[in-house]
């Protein structure tokens, strides 16, 4: 089993900033991604962002370019999202992802609310 726990989300106003956190624990894998998603009332999940194993490879999406930062602890088994100059369309429950080859595994979600 694998246990993801999202943490560090909440209310802000529309320019500030917010750190997302997860941490991961039970079964553990030698390589694996760690992604963050999000889901606003009445819209699909979408991805925000994915690195890989080794931190070196990073994904975005072009709505969170350049504000968003994702980075990893491996030691710490828990993954980060910095999230600056947010925009009320940020506003979505944020969920952490864990995919081991084509397994993905999934957080509660953090609720990330930026209001105008």
């Known amino acids: 089993q694998v246990q993801l726990v999202e943490s560090g989300g909440g209310l802000v106003q529309a320019g500030g900033s917010l750190r997302l956190s997860c941490a991961q624990s039970?079964?553990?894998?030698?390589?694996?991604?760690m992604g963050w998603f999000r889901q606003a009332p009445g819209k699909e999940r979408e991805i925000v962002a994915a690195?890989?194993?080794?931190?070196?490879?990073?994904h975005y999406a072009d709505s969170v370019k350049g504000r968003f930062t994702i980075s990893r602890d491996n030691a710490k088994n828990t993954a980060f999202l910095q999230m600056n100059s947010l925009k009320p369309e940020d506003t979505a429950l944020y969920y952490c992802?864990?995919?081991?080859?084509?397994?993905?595994?999934w957080g509660q979600g953090t609720q990330v609310t930026v209001s105008s």
């Open positions: 039970g079964r553990t894998f030698s390589s694996y991604i």
């Open positions: 992802n864990l995919r081991v080859g084509s397994t993905d595994y």
């Open positions: 690195i890989s194993w080794s931190g070196g490879i990073t």
